[in-house]
T-cell receptor
């Protein structure tokens, strides 16, 4: 069965610190990969996605993620976080043979101290 | 566009009561998803509709759960009778077409069953 693992459930950083949130998945086939963000009191929204091509993808608000196929990983990064990045971040994986099934990680709650 | 609208935002009920959650997808979207989010299991797909037809309801936990989509602009998720273990956040999402990057989420319904 497919699964997605996010290594950290809670991360606390100071403003201007660098961020890396881990995401690993288990699936042997071809995948699409997503990071979603949920700001306090708001709905889930797409941060970035990887379908094919350049394994380094850039998303909104200065976030990027790198797909490393050999490691089944899709880690999220940001060089310098801001207080407004406080949110919960979810990694999700879609097997390309399905156009509707997303397998979700448990989420990482990120708190940025001003 | 108002986005995906869910109601109520919060629902507190007693065990054994019937609960109905509502979702209005974005106008023009032809797919609708119901998800459940819990601390233990994260985000899980309960049911997926395409063009108002249930395509995959394998995620519906048991017969106490039912979902309907009588038309393109409205869906309900009903739990009867409710149990404390149903306490969770229930999300509705919709999209136009088949791309998962086009998924838009509602703000969720926080359900507490006492």
């Amino acid at each position: 069965a497919q699964s997605v693992s996010q290594h950290n459930h809670h991360v606390i950083l100071s403003e201007a610190a660098s961020l890396e949130l881990g995401c690993n998945y288990s699936y042997g086939g071809t995948v699409n990969l997503f990071w979603y963000v949920q700001y306090p009191g708001q709905h889930l929204q797409l941060l970035l996605k990887y379908f094919s091509g350049d394994p380094l993808v850039k998303g909104i608000k200065g976030f990027e993620a790198e797909f490393i196929k050999s490691k089944f990983s899709f880690n999220l990064r940001k060089p310098s976080v801001q207080w407004s990045d406080t949110a919960e971040y979810f990694c999700a994986v879609n097997a390309k043979d399905s156009n509707y099934q997303l397998i979700w990680g448990a989420g990482t709650k990120l708190i940025i101290k001003p | 566009d108002a986005g995906v609208i869910q109601s109520p935002r919060h629902e507190v009920t007693e065990m054994g009561q019937e609960v109905t959650l509502r979702c209005k997808p974005i106008s023009g979207h032809n797919s609708l998803f119901w998800y459940r989010q819990t601390m233990m299991r994260g985000l899980e797909l309960l049911i997926y509709f395409n063009n108002n037809v249930p395509i995959d309801d394998s995620g519906m936990p048991e017969d106490r759960f039912s979902a309907k989509m009588p038309n393109a602009s409205f869906s309900t998720l009903k739990i009867q009778p409710s149990e404390p273990r149903d306490s969770a956040v229930y999300f509705c999402a919709s999209r136009r077409g088949t791309g998962l990057e086009k998924l838009f989420f509602g703000s969720g319904t926080q359900l507490s069953v006492l």
